[in-house]
């Protein structure tokens, strides 16, 4: 297996730096549709095929639809900008904090990661009471164990779709400020 994870690990790093150094940015959307692929790719490998498959439909399918269609809203070259030091600064900074957060991470495979400990047998065994008789077991998870996380899995979804009105909003108001 190391001999497919590190061929698409070096693929996601040059896609990354390509992203980063490209101007065109049409060609950077290509480039994030490309690492969505990759980066599905990754994760099926380690055996996580529902985020697989969510990373191919959202990262790849419609983060790429929705910067084409900003694109079409606000032209494809990125105007020429000084080097700012500060974002690069803060880059750095929370960069570097992720990699240190990373260290206390249990080995990968480890029988004794909470990975392999979790989800309890107990969350099955629970979740008709839980869930006040309610028949499916994956509907009681999602929604009782897993309840915060799909509250931000929605805050996020609702917060890009104001974004994009708000984005689509502006560029309507200039056009009839032309007029």
Do not use: C
């Not at 693929?11 to 490209?22: G, K, N, S």
């Not at 980066?39 to 929705?66: N, R």
């Not at 929605?154 to 007029?179: H, P, Y």
């Amino acid at each position: 297996m190391i001999f497919i994870v590190i061929p698409i690990l070096a693929l996601l790093a040059m896609t990354a730096f390509a992203v980063a150094r490209i101007r065109d940015l049409w060609a950077a959307v290509m480039f994030t549709g490309i690492f969505s692929f990759l980066g599905a790719s990754w994760m099926l490998i380690l055996d996580a095929p529902d985020v697989a498959f969510t990373e191919a439909a959202v990262g790849a399918g419609i983060s790429t639809f929705l910067m084409l269609s900003t694109l079409a809203l606000t032209g494809k070259k990125e105007k020429p900008s000084k080097v700012a030091v500060v974002p690069l600064l803060v880059v750095g900074i929370t960069g570097a904090a992720l990699i240190y957060g990373t260290l206390d991470m249990p080995a990968y495979g480890a029988p004794d990661a909470p990975i392999q400990t979790y989800p309890n047998p107990s969350f099955v065994e629970k979740s008709k009471q839980d869930m006040h008789g309610l028949p499916n077991v994956v509907t009681s998870v999602l929604a009782s164990y897993r309840g915060y996380d799909t509250l931000g899995e929605t805050a996020v979804i609702f917060t890009a779709g104001i974004a994009v009105l708000l984005i689509l909003r502006k560029n309507g108001d200039q056009e009839d400020r032309k007029s």
